[in-house]
């Protein structure tokens, strides 16, 4: 009693989904860094964030455009003096 | 310390409104986080006056820092400004192999000392400026000049 191989075909598919997740997910990360290895456990100090006043990696997008792009100009794009960020909260009293 | 942070901020604002004009102008620095990691040293080694004198005046400003310490803050941004320039000048090639690698291994400062030595003699060399990290023992090797780095993915000797 030999089983049928067209009762191995959704088995074959799932598994190759799971080939295309993670080609996928790997090439969502390789292009949202840049080509670099991705940053991890990052604090508030380095993360990336435009809602949440956030530092490190959140200058360097308003300084070079890109998310992990790095510059070693010495002085700042026209413009950057007043792209900074102030802190908001609500009033608790 | 000098002012209250906000506490759960949700959300935030960008003011375009520019400096007024009897403030003196002084040019943002422009360099990114990772070259600034690479150099924080040596700023810290030219600039350490310049810096504590900012904060005693933020200290002692009680509050009002950002208005009455925008002469000392602008002394902090020219000098770090200048070691930035020199490092450019003088150890491009050094400087911008040590960032990379920082950029590459999550901004761990461990994992690149081999780029961190040359980059150091270098910066020594031309500019004369030394990497001390404060507060390090009399006793012991600082921790950037010692052969095995415990943590880093090849901890055996790094150069």
């Excluded at chain 1, 080509?35 to 490190?56: E, Y």
């Excluded at chain 1, 998310?67 to 700042?76: C, I, M, P, W």
């Excluded at chain 2, 350490?48 to 004198?53: M, R, V």
Aim: proline share 6%.
């Amino acid at each position: 009693m030999g089983v049928p191989f067209e009762a191995l075909i959704p088995y074959g598919i799932i598994i190759g989904m799971f080939g295309v997740t993670g080609i996928g997910m790997g090439a969502v990360k390789y292009f949202s860094n840049d080509g670099k290895q991705a940053r991890w456990n990052r604090d508030l100090w380095d993360r990336f964030g435009l809602t949440i006043l956030q530092q490190m990696m959140e200058r360097d997008y308003r300084l070079t455009g890109t998310k992990r792009g790095q510059s070693t100009n010495v002085v700042a794009p026209k413009g950057f003096e007043v792209s900074n960020p102030w802190k908001l909260e609500k009033r608790i009293y | 310390m000098s002012r209250r942070e906000p506490q759960f901020n949700q959300q935030i604002l960008v003011d375009t409104t520019p400096m007024p004009d009897h403030i003196p102008k002084v040019d943002e620095i422009g360099t990114t986080s990772a070259p600034l990691t690479s150099a924080a040293y040596f700023i810290g080694d030219r600039c350490k006056a310049f810096n504590d004198d900012y904060m005693k005046c933020k200290v002692e400003a009680n509050g009002r820092g950002e208005l009455e310490c925008l002469k000392e803050g602008r002394k902090v941004t020219r000098c770090a400004a200048s070691v930035l320039k020199d490092i450019n000048t003088h150890c491009l090639q050094q400087f911008n192999a040590h960032w990379e690698c920082l950029e590459n291994n999550n901004h761990r400062l461990w994992e690149c000392r081999k780029a961190e030595m040359n980059l150091n003699s270098c910066v020594f060399e031309k500019l004369g400026l030394k990497k001390t990290i404060p507060g390090t023992p009399e006793n012991v090797v600082p921790v950037h000049l010692r052969p095995k780095q415990q943590y880093a993915q090849y901890s055996g000797p790094q150069y």
